[in-house]
């Protein structure tokens, strides 16, 4: 199974400071029909998780500006400009170009 | 609006067997491939079985495998998730989620206790 390995684990951050989360995978994720299927999921404290960014850089409807991917073959991030309260949780990368699917390990993102 | 509405958790001892269903609504169900995630509390997210859109391909993770089915009923826009001979390690919550390579939907979960 490809291993999705997140960094850090624990991220502090000040409200209005920018956040960035390094998720690298030990195969390439680019399919054989070219896309690559590199997700990134939030999921705030009591809820179920939440899809902001599918396909590596494609930001879901309803997700704000400020969540930002980026990456290729084996190495992703996801980025936050502005850190708002409200984005205190645990995020997650997962892959789906190879069977399984796999997620990362998740990053618990906290106002300091 | 996508909902997915999970039943049939509960506690169980070892080598017992649960059925889990998921109601779906708001949007084309047999459009649609779907899986099981299960999350272990404090833990991480595991993707567990997943079925396309109208049954012919379903496939589950190893630790599973000859134990836990996966089924769809497109005219009652429903999945089910069929677990035998459930193991202490099995003990998770599980989630009805959309999708196969792009989960794009979750249910809140429905938990699984096996304990004796």
Known sequence: DVVMTQSPLSLPVTVGQPASISCRSNQNLVSSDGDTYLNWFQQRPGQSPRRLIYKVSNRDSGVPERFSGSGSGTDFTLRISRVEAEDVGLYYCMQGTHWPPTFGQGTKLEIK | ?116
Not at chain 2, 51 to 61: D, K, T
Request: aromatic residues 6%; glycine residues 14%; charged residues 20%.
């Open chain 2, 1 to 116: 609006e996508v909902q997915l509405v999970e039943s049939g958790g509960g506690v169980i001892r070892p080598g017992g067997s649960l059925r889990l269903s998921c109601a779906a609504s708001g949007f084309t169900f047999d459009d649609h491939g779907m899986s099981w995630v299960r999350q272990v509390p404090g833990k991480g997210l595991e993707w567990v079985c997943g079925i396309n859109w109208n049954g012919g391909s379903r496939n589950c993770i190893d630790s599973v495998k000859g134990r836990f089915t996966i089924s769809r009923d497109n005219a009652k826009n429903s999945l089910d998730l069929q677990m035998n001979s459930l193991r202490v390690e099995d003990t998770a919550l599980y989630h009805c989620v959309r999708g196969l390579r792009g989960i794009d939907s979750w249910g809140q979960g429905a938990p699984v206790t096996v304990s004796s």
